[in-house]
Each structure stands twice: as structure tokens, then as C-alpha cells.
Nanobody, 122 residues
Framework: QAQLAESGGGLVQAGGSLRLSCAAS????????IGWFRQAPGKEREFVAA????????YYADSLKGRFTISRDSAKNTVYLQMNSLKPEDTAVYYCAATRARATYDARYDYWGQGTQVTVSS
């Protein structure tokens, strides 16, 4: 059974950095895209970034380009989200998810992790 598990969330001051991890297990994701989404209280879930497992092509939400970087370590079956220059508005639960086709719409993703909380204090 395919599983995705996020880790690395926490409390950080504005201007700080965090690296989130998404560990994949239970099936091969070689032909999948792994994406990161986030959901703040009272808001809809929004796309952050995604990476193609094979070939490692990446794409980002325009508003987050330059601050967030997605990468993957195939040997560890893990996708990372490096977040720099964090702002209070980045506070959200961050989820990783998997889809077979490039997508920014959450309904296109088939597998989801449980989420990890990121809180940025001002």
C-alpha cells in the first residue's frame, strides 16, 4: 500500500528556514509527480511545488518561486521542500501528495500524507 509521510515541520521565526521531508513507501513512484500543498486555517488548500520523480523536473506556485525549493533523493525515496525567508503567512499544514500526471489541482493527486504543521512567528 502506497504511503507518504511528512516530517520536519515546527515553529520558526520569520526570516528563518525549514526543510520538510516526504518519505515514500509501499510502491514505486518512479512515474509519479510528488507535490507539496499547504492549507492555512480557514483557507483552501493551495499548491506549493511538485517534482517529477523520474528526471526531477520541477514546477512551483509563482508566488513562492525563489523562496521554496523542491528536490528528491531517490536512494532515500524522499522528497524535500526547502523553505527559506519564511513569513507568518507561510503558516499552514503542509502535505505531500502523488499524482501520475503533472498537476497543480489537488483533486488530481491520488495519494496523500497526513500533513505536518509549520508555524512562522512574527
Amino acid at each position: 500500500q502506497a504511503q507518504l509521510a511528512e516530517s520536519g515541520g515546527g515553529l520558526v521565526q520569520a526570516g528563518g528556514s525549514l526543510r520538510l521531508s516526504c518519505a515514500a513507501s509501499g510502491r514505486t513512484f518512479s512515474y509519479y509527480y510528488i507535490g507539496w500543498f499547504r492549507q492555512a486555517p480557514g483557507k483552501e488548500r493551495e499548491f506549493v511545488a511538485a517534482i517529477r520523480w523520474s528526471g526531477a523536473s520541477t514546477y512551483y506556485a509563482d508566488s513562492l518561486k525563489g523562496r521554496f525549493t523542491i528536490s528528491r533523493d531517490s536512494a532515500k525515496n524522499t522528497v524535500y521542500l526547502q523553505m527559506n525567508s519564511l513569513k507568518p503567512e507561510d503558516t499552514a499544514v503542509y502535505y505531500c501528495a502523488a499524482t501520475r500526471a503533472r498537476a497543480t489541482y489537488d483533486a488530481r493527486y491520488d495519494y496523500w500524507g497526513q500533513g505536518t504543521q509549520v508555524t512562522v512567528s512574527s
